[in-house]
């Protein structure tokens, strides 16, 4: 599988972005997927995930991004995004998107995914 974050910028406190991961090689729609960041001087943390285990998508959220953030799929594009609103100066990272084809969100901010795309960079400034 090849993941490829993208749609990151400079943005200013309280403004919005929004995420793209692309795929190759992989079904956006049949796994879990998620969104990981990893800020300067900083460990990965999880942000998001999206399950795939019924028809409607179960979503995950870190509590520092849960009311701000959105985690969801374009099926027909085979497309992820992170729709980030209400940006904050902690939010500064790279973003990536991952996968581990799991069908479940379950422990999804361990460090078990294997499936790693690009990252992108985000910048919030005050």
């Known amino acids: 599988v090849q993941l490829q974050a993208s749609g990151g910028g400079s943005v200013q406190r309280g403004e919005s972005l929004r995420l793209s991961c692309t795929a190759s090689?992989?079904?956006?729609?049949?796994?879990?997927v998620g969104w990981f960041r990893q800020a300067p001087g900083k460990e990965r943390e999880g942000v998001s995930c999206?399950?795939?285990?019924?028809?409607?998508?179960?979503?995950y959220y870190a509590d520092a991004v849960k009311g701000r953030f959105a985690i969801f799929r374009d099926k027909a594009e085979n497309m992820l995004y992170l729709q980030m609103n209400s940006l904050k100066p902690e939010d500064t990272a790279v973003y990536y998107c991952?996968?581990?084809?799991?069908?479940?969100?379950?422990?999804?901010?361990?460090?078990?995914?294997?499936?790693w795309g690009q990252g992108t960079l985000v910048t919030v400034s005050s």
């Open positions: 090689m992989f079904d956006m729609d049949y796994y879990a």
């Open positions: 991952a996968t581990d084809y799991q069908y479940d969100c379950n422990n999804w901010q361990s460090d078990y995914w294997s499936q």
């Open positions: 999206i399950d795939s285990t019924s028809s409607n998508d179960v979503t």
